[in-house]
């Protein structure tokens, strides 16, 4: 089982605390599946992966963008 996300705006946050805190300014995702149908990502930002941050895990997009994210990668 997973979670969809559908047309959902994730837009500035941030993931600036220590060890996973500073990862997925957007989403997070650790050994999980997540669906992300015509979603945004846009002016998040972290240490590892700005817009979104997935380890272990299913991430499947759709017609998503990213958007002035900062942090590198997704």
């Given at each position: 089982?997973?979670?969809?996300?559908?047309?959902l705006t994730?837009?500035?946050?941030?993931?600036?605390?220590?060890?996973?805190?500073?990862?997925?300014?957007?989403?997070?995702?650790?050994?999980?599946?997540?669906?992300?149908?015509?979603?945004?990502?846009?002016?998040?930002?972290?240490?590892?992966?700005g817009g979104?941050?997935?380890?272990?895990?299913?991430?499947?997009?759709?017609?998503?963008?990213?958007?002035?994210?900062g942090g590198?990668?997704?």
């Open positions: 089982q997973g979670v969809i996300l559908d047309r994730l837009r500035n946050g941030h993931a600036n605390g220590p060890g996973d805190d500073a990862r997925g300014g957007g989403l997070f995702l650790r050994n999980g599946s997540v669906i992300a149908l015509g979603c945004r990502f846009e002016s998040c930002d972290g240490n590892s992966g979104a941050y997935a380890e272990g895990s299913i991430f499947i997009c759709a017609d998503c963008v990213f958007d002035g994210n590198g990668s997704l």
